[in-house]
């Protein structure tokens, strides 16, 4: 099958090409994204393989359901950038890959806790300055601390079991619970209990209209003193200027992100020589307990090799015919 893939990277390439066996696909690689502007490029393929900040609204999928594009398959594991129900009209498939490597999301939910608490970016620096002081580099047992985990899914079910070998008391909220992290120790709570009792929350829910802004100024008010708040799942989760204005009054201890919700302008990209013109992340990144890392939880060999052979092999189902194991209904 002839594949146009968007937001191509090298490690995308790279990836694909290994386990393409004997050019099974044609794959035709664009480095640009996917939106109502680039659909062209797709003119005279298939399907198209897009990734987490390629913009499949209505229009897009009109303009691909015009040249004939059949399916659409996410190369990740949200898939709040597709319109599904345009996508259903114009009988247009989208797979994804459901499942590669949660624990490569959740080891770094992980990493960007125990670097916020430990403050160890702030301490390479200075040891490079010969800097060996222990001035402000206070930090905090995670030892029968209290995490409140929203989302009990793939990711959060791999970040809770992680968080109990730490010791801690792990609460969480979910629409569906699981009655195997209640057996390991899980504890579920409405959402105000967990918000009001959390030392450290993170966030492993999908985004949807339900959970945009779930942390706004309203949530924040709710939160404990000095919570760490901690985001690996989707940017529109936390409205931003919200939370820079619980960073300025203090209420929020610290925050933690690999993803922003307007991350489409910024990651992924060197913008080094580039003059910012977001205003919110550059005060984001003013913050001496903030940490933004750019979307790269996902970022694993071992979830870069799942990810490739599960999105070849959505093509391949859909070629021949098969069920499409990995599809996102309605
Ligand atoms: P999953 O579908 O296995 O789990 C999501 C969980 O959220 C489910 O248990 C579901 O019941 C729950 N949920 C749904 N609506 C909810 C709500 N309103 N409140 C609370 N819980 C709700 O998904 P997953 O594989 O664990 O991935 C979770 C999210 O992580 C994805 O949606 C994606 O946005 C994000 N993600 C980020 C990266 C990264 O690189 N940073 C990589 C993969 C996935």
């Keep these: 099958?002839?594949?146009?893939?968007?937001?191509?990277?090298?490690?995308?390439?790279?990836?694909?090409?290994?386990?393409?066996?004997?050019?099974?696909?044609?794959?035709?690689?664009?480095?640009?994204?996917?939106?109502?502007?680039?659909?062209?490029?797709?003119?005279?393929?298939?399907?198209?393989?897009?990734?987490?900040?390629?913009?499949?609204?209505?229009?897009?999928i009109d303009k691909l359901s015009k040249i004939g594009i059949k399916l659409i398959d996410l190369r990740c594991a949200g898939f709040n950038n597709v319109d599904l129900a345009a996508a259903k009209n114009k009988n247009i498939k989208v797979t994804r890959v459901p499942a590669y490597s949660p624990q490569a999301v959740a080891e770094h939910a992980v990493a960007l806790i125990l670097t916020l608490n430990r403050k160890t970016h702030k301490v390479y620096n200075r040891v490079r300055e010969s800097n060996f002081s222990l001035e402000n580099l206070i930090g905090f047992n995670l030892y029968r601390k209290t995490v409140g985990v929203i989302g009990t899914g793939k990711i959060g079910t791999a970040f809770c079991q992680i968080m109990l070998g730490f010791g801690c008391k792990v609460i969480a909220y979910d629409v569906n619970e699981s009655e195997t992290l209640k057996e390991k120790g899980v504890v579920y709570k409405t959402l105000n209990e967990l918000f009001k009792n959390s030392d450290i929350i993170s966030l492993h829910c999908p985004l949807n209209p339900k959970t945009k802004y779930l942390f706004d100024s309203k949530t924040f008010s709710k939160i404990k003193n000095?919570?760490?708040?901690?985001?690996?799942?989707?940017?529109?989760?936390?409205?931003?200027?919200?939370?820079?204005?619980?960073?300025?009054?203090?209420?929020?201890?610290?925050?933690?992100?690999?993803v922003y919700e307007q991350e489409e302008q910024l990651f992924f990209k060197d913008l080094s020589e580039s003059i910012i013109q977001d205003d919110l992340i550059e005060r984001l990144m003013a913050f001496h307990n903030v940490l933004i890392t750019p979307h790269q939880g996902f970022f694993t060999k071992e979830a870069l090799d799942q990810i490739a052979i599960t999105t070849l092999k959505n093509f391949t189902d859909f070629e021949e015919g098969l069920p499409l194991e990995n599809e996102v209904k309605l």
């Design 1 to 60: 099958m002839k594949i146009a893939v968007f937001s191509t990277k090298p490690h995308d390439r790279e990836f694909l090409d290994k386990f393409n066996t004997n050019n099974r696909h044609e794959l035709i690689y664009f480095e640009a994204a996917l939106n109502t502007d680039t659909t062209n490029l797709a003119v005279g393929f298939e399907a198209v393989c897009v990734f987490v900040n390629d913009k499949i609204d209505a229009k897009t």
């Design 226 to 258: 000095g919570a760490m708040l901690i985001n690996t799942s989707r940017g529109a989760l936390i409205k931003t200027s919200d939370a820079i204005d619980a960073l300025k009054n203090g209420h929020l201890g610290y925050l933690g992100i690999d």
